[in-house]
């Protein structure tokens, strides 16, 4: 092949399809290789797009392994476009591992502007957007207490994400440590049929969604430590 090759990060729509950009499905209309987090996932948008290309695993499991194969690709030419199961790849998704390889052996990387959840969350939370913070998921063990002090004093405005079945667990250790008046805004199935969008402070939140268990994709805003 004659031609350079390339990494494209491609957005995918968080929920409602039609927030997928002309420019994603032309990119992945011409794209050599398509890498797919889950390649189930990804075929139905990819029908739904009437794109007919065989999709390849790339995904946390295999990212270690399969890195430098596909770096080869795209050394010899190859056009690779890289998408996740929803949201922007290399953001709290896999990708980070084959950009740095990319950059690394000075291969070219481009990444498309497009839908990603923490932004959308952090507009409509009503709390300071000038400067903030993505924390993305919390660890789960190892660690957590730890993070959650470090950001108990954090002035700027905090963004994470996290699983319905440990949102109410967070929130409780928001109040912890925290306070229990601490702003936070909690958004649910963001762009889809059953959008909420809940604000109040930790408490508030954590008391509905114990007696409210969630299903679907959680963003939480938090505000930041006052100066006061």
Known sequence: MDKTGRLILVPTPIGNLQDIT????TVLKEADIILAEDTRVSSKLLKHLEIEKKLTAHHKFNEHKTTASIVSKIEQGYTVALISDAGTPAISDPGFLLVRACVEKEVDVECLPGPTAL???LAVSGLPTEKFVF???LPQKKGRQTRLKILAVEPRTMVFYESPHRLAKALAQ????FGEERRACVCRELSKFFEEINRGTVTELHEYYTAH?????IVIVVE???AK
């Open 119 to 121: 932004i959308p969350a």
């Open 213 to 217: 268990p969630p299903k679907g994709e």
């Open 174 to 177: 928001f109040a912890e440590y």
């Open 135 to 137: 924390e993305g998921f």
């Open 224 to 226: 930041g430590k006052s």
């Open 22 to 25: 002309l420019r994603a499905i």
